[in-house]
């Protein structure tokens, strides 16, 4: 109806979960699943009000283990900042050793595997071009794209009609979730927008956990963040 009444948005409280009863979170994976199979076909910006939290139930199961996944992986920011001065310095440290040996020695430098100018190339790539250059390489199209990370339209010409656009760190993420970029392809793409996965953000573990275990649902991934209190990933 708000289709055939040209309407550029809507919004929907969550349909029979008051005083009808019916259970929250059914109700909420039944609007998920109806909104995106709209929007697949038709853009249009579809709001889901959603009053509170007894919607988003994650099992048990999942909530453990990515309670785990936190614990086990979570680093307190000024401990990383320590270690990474320590590791710097390190580094620092063994080049110079390996530089003097290699002096004495007279050992010769190892080939590169690659030409300077491939290297470069990348470098110099921005986020756009690398974005646009990963759906092509993924055999995707952009509404597929832009619709899998729930980022609306104008947003995304906005990326590809400015090669040096610079996202925000959740529209990056969400297009790595879009594009299923494993996680050395993810941090690359975000480190082209000027971000790092970091091991002192629980968005990013939260985000990270699921990429990992090859689960790319952007919907099942923002019921996590929110029930973690995170801010969500992409609209």
């Known amino acids: 109806l708000a289709l055939q009444n040209t309407c550029s948005s809507i919004a929907f409280p969550l349909i029979s979960s008051g005083i009808f009863g019916y259970p929250k979170d059914q109700a909420l994976q039944v609007a ?9 076909g038709h853009d249009m910006m579809v709001y889901l009000v ?3 939290k007894s919607a988003f139930q994650l099992s048990d199961k999942l909530f453990d283990s990515i309670q785990t996944y936190i614990d086990d992986n979570y680093i307190d920011e000024h401990f990383q900042v320590r270690q ?19 002096e004495s020695v007279k050992i010769p430098m190892a080939a590169a595997p690659r030409s300077l100018n491939d290297i470069t ?3 110099e790539e921005t986020f756009s071009q690398a ?8 055999g995707k199209t952009d509404v597929e794209v832009y619709k899998r990370a729930n980022i609306d339209r104008k947003l995304f010409s906005k990326i590809r009609s400015n090669q040096h656009y610079k996202p925000s760190k959740s529209t990056a993420l969400a297009l790595a979730v879009a594009l299923e970029l ?23 573990l939260i985000v990270q956990y ?3 275990n090859g689960e790319y649902d952007i919907f099942v991934i923002n019921e996590a963040l929110f029930k973690f209190d995170q801010n969500l990933l992409g609209a």
């Open 32 to 40: 998920i699943s109806a909104i995106s199979e709209f929007l697949f």
């Open 50 to 52: 959603v009053f509170d």
């Open 84 to 102: 990474n001065r320590i590791s710097e310095v390190k580094d620092q440290l063994d080049l110079m050793r390996s530089l003097d040996i290699a």
């Open 121 to 123: 190339s990348l470098l």
């Open 131 to 138: 974005l646009f250059r990963l759906i092509d390489e993924k």
């Open 182 to 204: 494993n996680i050395d392809q993810t941090r690359d793409l975000l480190m082209k927008a000027g971000f790092a996965l970091s091991r002192s953000s629980i968005s990013d």
């Open 210 to 212: 699921f990429i990992e």
